[in-house]
């Protein structure tokens, strides 16, 4: 069965510091998206993208993050200048044009130290 | 914002017993979804209801769209152990729009 992944599993990073965290959707969806999940609370949206360009973003989605899909296969998260609060699991998904459910990658999981 | 309340947050039962959730929302959806996720895991799909009133099955677990469409539950029938893990609801509100709102989980630990 299809399915979205995500690399690395584990980045551990120093505040301050720039990571980018990288997704591969399923193949035929149009839609992409970042949720992120602080430890022991519930999943959060951030933003989603479609034809290239960013179609809805959160709050938390500040100017600190960016999002861009380099090639026809991958869909990158950036964060600029790490915090401590950014520490999380963050998940991409994706979702076809018909049905609209979004499917998740397993998440990575940043450390900012 | 919007807010989905999911109760409960967690749960202690005995392998075997039938499980109930739900969520509430005092905003209109128009898709609901339930995941379920396991430690270190990404959440994984397990119903998506996109009419009021639908009731649907997969396996042992069914999930129905509130009529007011402001609250869906899920069922589990005859738990068994791998159904441990965090069931989160989720919804879209707005027609068109990509994101999903989620609920704050149910934890369920099953005793064998």
């Known amino acids: 069965e299809p399915e979205v992944t995500q690399t690395p599993s584990h980045q551990v990073t120093q505040m301050g510091q720039e990571v980018i965290l990288r997704c591969v959707p399923i193949?035929?969806?149009?839609?992409f998206y970042w949720y992120r999940q602080i430890l022991g609370q519930k999943v959060e949206f951030l933003v989603s993208?479609?034809?290239?360009?960013?179609?809805?973003k959160s709050e938390i989605f500040d100017d600190q993050f960016s999002v861009e899909r380099p090639d026809g296969s991958n869909f990158t998260l950036k964060i600029r200048s790490t915090k401590l609060e950014d520490s999380a699991m963050y998940f991409c998904?994706?979702?076809?044009?018909?049905?609209?459910?979004?499917?998740f990658g397993a998440g990575t999981r940043l450390s900012v130290l | 914002g919007q807010q989905l309340n999911q109760s409960p947050q967690s749960m202690f039962i005995q392998e075997g017993e039938d499980v109930s959730m739900n969520c509430t929302s005092s905003?209109?959806?128009?898709?609901w979804l339930w995941y379920k996720q396991d430690p270190g895991e990404g959440p994984v799909l397990l119903i998506a209801?996109?009419?009021?009133?639908e009731l649907t099955s997969n396996g042992r677990l069914t999930a129905q769209f509130g009529i007011t469409r402001k609250d869906s539950f899920l069922n589990i029938s005859a738990s068994i152990p791998s159904d441990v893990g965090i069931y989160f609801c989720?919804?879209?509100?707005?027609?068109?729009?990509?994101?999903?709102?989620f609920g704050q989980g149910t934890r369920l630990t099953i005793n064998p």
């Open positions: 998904a994706s979702s076809d044009l018909a049905k609209n459910i979004q499917y």
């Open positions: 193949s035929n969806h149009l839609y």
């Open positions: 993208f479609y034809n290239n360009e960013i179609s809805e």
């Open positions: 905003s209109i959806f128009n898709t």
């Open positions: 209801l996109y009419k009021a009133g």
């Open positions: 989720a919804g879209r509100i707005i027609q068109g729009a990509q994101k999903l709102v």
